[in-house]
């Protein structure tokens, strides 16, 4: 039995992956193929934040909840629910100039997806009208990446065979059955983020705000998804 061996890509980490294997008799030719799925995405994700300082703790934070209460109720209005909003974190601090106590800041920050993704400029628009003073980034991907990987592994598999009717043409062989097929690296899930950073703190910046987000479309594109595969040819 000969063994040919054919890499085209580099393998990713490694993790548990699907094995299906039998017994050759004639010549292996093993292929290591990568299959791409690129679709316009259809979930955006905004980590926005509310930013407050005062002269105590308890008046940023005061400050801080109101503006995010505001802020929360208007992205129901936008029409989000429950379940696509989440708090990523709560934090007061001390601000100091030359070890001395100058103020404290307060800050919120939650993770809103928006499904309907051709309204993300909107949302954002709606965000800081009401005292979203803090956007961090917005990352395109799909509410359903598993569809998208299935079909980046029909790729891969249809890139293998293709190639292994290349290689047995060449050898003057007929493909005649797989043996084995692997899925030997982390499939990689298509997500691609922007980073839109806009922090204002005061009053008089904050009305500058809604001017900005407004001004910078989100453009959808598409995301690609990557999925490697090895596969093992029985050649005659």
């Given at each position: 039995m000969q063994i040919l061996k054919v890499a085209a890509f580099a393998v990713f980490a490694a993790f548990a992956s699907p094995v299906l294997a039998q017994e050759a008799r004639g010549t292996v030719l093993n292929v290591n193929a990568e299959g791409i799925s690129e679709a316009r995405p259809d979930l955006a994700t905004i980590s926005v934040?509310?930013?407050?300082?005062?002269?105590?703790?308890?008046?940023?934070?005061?400050?801080?909840?109101?503006?995010?209460?505001?802020?929360?109720?208007?992205?129901?209005?936008?029409?989000?629910?429950?379940?696509?909003?989440?708090?990523?974190?709560?934090?007061?601090?001390?601000?100091?100039?030359?070890?001395v106590i100058t103020n404290y800041q307060a800050t919120n920050s939650v993770r809103v997806r928006v499904r309907a993704i051709e309204t993300t400029g909107r949302v954002l628009e709606a965000i800081v009208a009401t005292g979203g003073n803090r956007v961090q980034r917005i990352v395109l991907s799909h509410q359903d990446p598993l569809a998208q990987l299935d079909i980046a592994r029909r790729n891969a598999v249809a890139e293998a065979r293709r190639r292994a009717e290349l290689y047995a043409s060449a050898l003057g062989s007929r493909v005649v059955r797989v043996i084995e097929v692997s899925e030997p690296g982390a499939a990689r899930v298509g997500a691609e983020q922007l980073e839109l950073t806009a922090t204002l703190t005061t009053d008089s910046l904050l009305d500058e705000l809604p001017q900005i987000i407004p001004a910078?479309?989100?453009?959808?594109?598409?995301?690609?998804?990557?999925?490697?595969v090895s596969v093992s040819f029985e050649l005659r």
């Open positions: 934040g509310v930013i407050t300082q005062g002269r105590t703790a308890q008046a940023a934070l005061e400050e801080n909840s109101q503006r995010m209460t505001r802020l929360l109720e208007t992205l129901r209005r936008e029409g989000l629910a429950e379940r696509d909003i989440q708090t990523d974190s709560v934090n007061v601090g001390q601000q100091r100039r030359q070890r910078v479309p989100i453009v959808p594109g598409e995301v690609t998804t990557r999925v490697s």
